[in-house]
């Protein structure tokens, strides 16, 4: 079903709830058989009745988004409302609530239904998931309600809403995904009756958009079944944290001349590595795994201001698992908490991507790098004595590891 119909669709939903019906946006029996609509929540007293005839979701995301008073929070799809009333009781009157629609219809009746409910710290803003009309850091949570499985452009919606979200901030959506092999007409056949017109992602993919957006600390849990592999689930993330004026992201191919600049810095200083000149980014990227490579960023100018990347160790399967990271900090920037943040991120992402080891060799006269590596749980594994000459000098290497959680 193309855009423009999906909102025609909604836009009935919400005349007839307008008129005072209660609507569903799938067969009846499977909506009240799949746990959509006001199923999933605990206190429904205080809202409206337009706001309760109107809901349509297939969980409750304000239950799992932890918000916390004074905090703003955007719900993408807030049809007629009911999440982001329940949100704004949340965050209390020193927060805000954002609904985001794109049918005039919804946006309507959501305003109207938070009329009725006396409700000041909410608006409403007309636009679509894919493109929306905040600026960036504008949020601290992001929920959902069956919403992103509509969209055509599921990984322009996550892109967006890490743009969106503040560092530190959450991602807790409720939403249809699929789970096994299942014939694809007989899923096709499920997707149609639970109303999931554009096609939900599978786990995994979800995970993978997720992750390329930016996302660590995922986890996707299962809620109901429908059949054929067809689920509803909560999807849970975190945009990764980090100090004022700072911003984590995955690395882009425009961060190359910064990064390599900040490479080179690096390796000025005699104590990075037995490299003297910082390859092309053609060979930088070669040799990078491309779901581990992460920068920091001014999130006032956008400038890098330090990276961390991987390599994988050997082809051989059995070392599938074993990365060498590489972790680099501008000279101007190295008493910032840089370092650290970049390496939590990468650990959380390391891990989620299934890698169960971390390694690296460092010089012993760094030791900073050291001591921060021990701080985030590597251990020293042993000294290669002598291992290589680094202008014209035989140099140790303090080589070091970090075991996953599940390694």
């Known amino acids: 079903m193309a855009h423009d119909e999906i909102i025609d669709r909604y836009s009935g939903l919400a005349r007839a709830a307008a008129g005072g019906e209660r609507i569903v ?63 704004a009781r949340r965050v209390g009157p020193r927060g805000m ?41 504008a949020v601290d949570a992001i929920i959902s309600n069956c919403v992103i499985n509509l969209s055509d ?12 979200l503040r560092p530190g901030g959450r991602f807790g959506v409720s939403d249809v995904v699929t789970d096994g092999e299942v014939a694809p007409e007989r899923r096709a056949a499920v997707e149609q009756r639970v109303g999931c017109v554009a096609g939900a992602l599978s786990v995994e993919d979800y995970r993978s958009l997720l992750r390329a957006a930016g996302f660590t600390g ?40 910064q990064v390599l600049t900040i490479y080179q810095a690096g390796l000025d200083t005699g104590q990075a590595s037995f490299e003297t000149t910082a390859p092309s980014w053609e060979g930088f990227t070669a040799g990078k795994l491309a779901h581990l490579r992460y920068v920091t960023t001014d999130a006032q100018t956008g400038e890098v201001v330090g990276w961390i990347a991987a390599s994988a160790v ?28 970049l390496l939590t991120v990468f650990i959380d992402a390391a891990e989620d991507a299934g890698v169960w080891t ?10 900073a790098s050291i001591a921060l590596h021990q701080a985030l749980g590597f251990r020293v594994v042993g000294t290669r004595e002598r291992i290589g000459r680094h202008h014209g000098t035989w140099r140790d290497v303090v080589f070091i590891e970090r075991r996953s959680s599940f390694g």
Do not use: W
């Open 358 to 367: 971390i390694q690296s060799g460092i010089f012993p006269e760094n030791t």
């Open 97 to 137: 609530a954002y609904g985001l629609d794109a049918s005039d219809d919804m946006l309507r009746l959501a305003r109207r239904n938070t009329r009725e409910a006396g409700v000041t710290n909410v608006e409403f803003l007309d636009g679509s998931i894919e493109d929306i009309p905040l600026p960036a850091h």
């Open 218 to 257: 995922l986890r996707i849990t299962l809620t109901a079944d429908h059949g054929d592999g067809v689920h509803s689930a909560i999807v849970q993330a975190a945009k990764p944290a980090i100090g004022p004026g700072l911003e984590i992201r995955p690395m882009r191919d425009a961060d190359a001349a």
């Open 25 to 87: 946006d799938c067969g009846t029996d499977a909506f009240e058989q799949g746990g959509f609509g006001l199923a999933g929540y605990d206190d429904i007293s205080a809202l409206p009745e337009g706001a309760v005839r109107a809901s349509l979701g297939c969980g409750n995301p304000v239950a799992v988004a932890d918000l916390r008073p004074g905090e703003t929070v955007l719900d993408l799809g807030s049809g007629g409302g009911i999440d982001v009333l329940l949100s």
């Open 314 to 341: 050997s082809a051989r399967p059995v070392y599938a698992g074993v990365v060498e990271h590489s972790i680099y900090v501008h000279p101007g920037c190295q008493a910032n908490g840089i370092g650290r943040a």
């Open 153 to 164: 452009d599921k990984a322009a919606v996550l892109a967006e809403a890490f743009r969106v």
